[in-house]
């Protein structure tokens, strides 16, 4: 008998408020969390603007030697993690560790620390031979992401699988799917999955810069990003993480442990064609997307909200309108469709694990999150958006979608495990 995953803790590190309580009611206030950028000085670059977390890693439980050792992105993941746990009623301990597993998305691993390492070593750039003397004793760690992994596994106690994927803008969909398949096949009873990346530096800011990837709104940062708009000029830089406690759905049962929803399918694929470029008529996610569906044994008409990459770059947008139409015939007009970067901005590899997040909240409160800033209609995306206002409704199954750099398309499906679909 085919094992049913179910999600029954949630820790989200997000802007504009830590903790899911706060990241929920950012989504369905409608608010941004999008500003100029503070963490470094970004007068230089075209782009300005990210969606930054207020993050005070003291505040929030670490010690001096952690905040030391760790990037800020593992100090958000391992945040998230301890928030999950605790979440789910569980304790490092309590379980069979062997039977623990830990899977993390990240883009762009450590950026933050070693951006900042390089600059150390270089003397700001000045010196092509850099100097080791003055680097960090930890900047192996930042080097490694398979350190993120490891510093999660050390905090929950797991000793079963544990792993990094990445697979840049798909990543925290992806590590998700990967737990899944592992509480599937029975090797592991319980897995901490999700994503984090701290993307907002210098080197990454220029990178997107020189492909202009992002808005360049810099005079109106809290309506710059703007997915399906007409207007839209790229997409707002974020930061974050998202971590869940997964189990097999009849174990959660016997503990009694709450249970936000249910991950019924997850399907990802590759374009095979451009790094950044996207071809129109979204073939490739089209069929994740129909994999996945597969997998769940639901049919499109079942989708009751879809929560959408929705970068807000022009061929993005166009791209996944497409790919909604081609998977799911006409119930892709009936069906909701958001993006929660138009609040939170972009997070990379995080992003994905955040929406897998808001997706098992919408399940929750049968709310869907709003797409903020959409004011003017692109007549290229043309489903309905929901624009500027949450929206409740009953919300049984809901399809999340994720689309990066390298041509990487996935889909996850979940769903409440009471639904009448699944039965």
Request: proline share 5%; with cysteine.
């Amino acid at each position: 008998m085919r094992r049913r995953i179910a999600i029954t803790g949630i820790g989200v590190l997000a802007p504009g408020g830590l903790g899911t309580k706060a990241f929920w009611e950012l989504l369905t206030s409608g608010t941004t969390a999008t500003r100029r950028i503070s963490l470094f000085d970004a007068t230089p670059f075209r782009s300005q603007i990210a969606a930054e977390c207020d993050f005070d890693p003291v505040a929030e439980g670490l010690s001096a030697q952690e905040i030391r050792r760790m990037d800020r992105a593992v100090q958000f993941g391992v945040v998230a993690a301890r928030q999950c746990l605790a979440d789910a009623g569980l304790s490092p301990g309590e379980l069979p560790p062997e039977r623990v597993g830990v899977s993390v998305g990240s883009a762009v691993g450590a950026t933050m620390s070693l951006d900042q390492e390089y600059n150390v070593v270089s003397d700001s750039g000045r010196d092509w031979l850099v100097d080791h003397r003055y680097a960090s004793p930890h900047l192996y760690d930042y080097f490694v992401p398979g350190s993120f992994a490891a510093e999660v596994a050390w905090l929950v106690g797991a000793e079963g699988p544990a792993a990094v994927v990445s697979a840049g803008c798909t990543s925290g969909l992806d590590a998700i799917g990967y737990a899944c398949d592992l509480l599937r096949e029975g090797t592991v009873d319980v897995m901490i999955a999700g994503a984090t990346d701290a993307p907002i530096s210098p080197i990454t800011v220029a990178c997107f810069d020189a492909i202009k990837a992002t808005s360049p709104r810099n005079d109106d940062p809290e309506h710059a990003s703007r997915p399906f708009d007409r207007t839209r000029d790229g997409f707002v830089l974020g930061e974050g993480a998202a971590m869940l406690v997964l189990e097999d759905l009849e174990r959660a049962r016997r503990r009694g442990a709450h249970i936000y929803a249910e991950i019924v399918g997850f399907a990802s694929r590759c374009n095979a064609y451009h790094m950044t470029g996207l071809r129109p008529d979204g073939r490739e996610m089209a069929e994740a997307i129909r994999v996945a569906l597969d997998e769940a044994r639901l049919a499109p008409t079942d989708v009751d909200y879809i929560n959408a990459h929705g970068s807000g770059t022009k061929q993005n947008d166009r791209h996944e309108t497409a790919a909604f139409k081609r998977s799911l015939g006409q119930h892709a007009y009936q069906v909701p469709v958001s993006s929660i970067k138009s609040m939170i901005g972009h997070s990379l590899g995080a992003i994905g694990a955040i929406e897998v997040a808001a997706s098992a909240l919408a399940i929750e409160h049968n709310v869907v999150p709003p797409t903020a800033n959409l004011h003017e209609a692109d007549p290229e995306c043309d489903l309905d958006y929901v624009p500027l206002t949450a929206r409740e409704q009953q919300v049984d199954v809901v399809l999340s979608v994720g689309s990066g750099f390298g041509g990487f398309q996935s889909a996850i499906v979940l769903a409440d495990p009471e639904a009448k679909a699944l039965s």
